[in-house]
């Protein structure tokens, strides 16, 4: 949190430039750092966001949620240069890339903001799965003055992140959560 609250939330190829402890999962960023979006830039040159924090890589993390935080970003985000929506989780080898004005109506937001995405067919989980995880790319970085707060899942998370002396507003939100 301290270079997210110093620097804002920085492109995986940003970020790379200064010391952080990342909560991104290793193999999938294998598949992320070698994708082009079509008629733009690398994926890796965008910092991404979640349209549902609610989502399978949340899932992944639960064991960490005495120390993590969801970020609230301003819908003024989409308001920036150049922004780039993933129909699903980028790294998937079934996203299609959309500039914002056609990218929002492509939304399936039924699935994207489902809250389960299992299926008892595993191909239909898989897509279910991927589409939860539909993204907002911002090239390079989203600047502090856009993050507009915090949800944490318990009162140690809460501590942990009031530690910090944040000037973001955090509220206790365990449903977000696993």
Same mark, same amino acid.
């Given at each position: ?7 804002? !939330? ?26 082009? !979006? ?20 949340? &899932? /992944? ?26 129909? =699903? ?11 914002? &004005? ?10 994207? *903001? ?13 897509? =279910? /799965? &991927? ?10 970085? !989203? ?17 942990? *992140? ?17």
């Amino acid at each position: 949190m301290p270079s997210i609250l110093r620097y804002g !939330i920085l492109s995986h190829r940003q970020a790379d430039k200064i010391g952080h402890a990342s909560v991104a999962m290793q193999e999938v960023q294998e598949r992320r750092k070698n994708k082009q !979006i079509p008629g733009a830039r690398p994926l890796h040159d965008y910092a991404n966001l979640y349209f549902d924090a609610h989502n399978p890589m949340l &899932s /992944k993390r639960r064991s960490q949620n005495d120390e993590i935080c969801v970020l609230r970003v301003s819908p003024d985000v989409l308001d920036l240069p150049d922004v780039i929506i993933a129909d =699903r989780n980028a790294a998937s080898q079934w996203v299609r890339f959309y500039k914002l &004005s056609e990218g929002l109506t492509r939304l399936d937001r039924n699935m994207v *903001f489902a809250h389960y995405w299992t299926h008892q067919d595993q191909f239909q989980a898989w897509e =279910r /799965k &991927s589409i939860k995880c539909a993204e907002v790319l911002v090239p390079d970085k !989203i600047e502090p003055r856009l993050i507009i707060g915090t949800y944490v899942a318990n009162q140690m998370a809460l501590a942990c *992140f009031q530690a910090l002396k944040a000037s973001l507003p955090v509220t206790v939100k365990l449903d977000i959560f696993f």
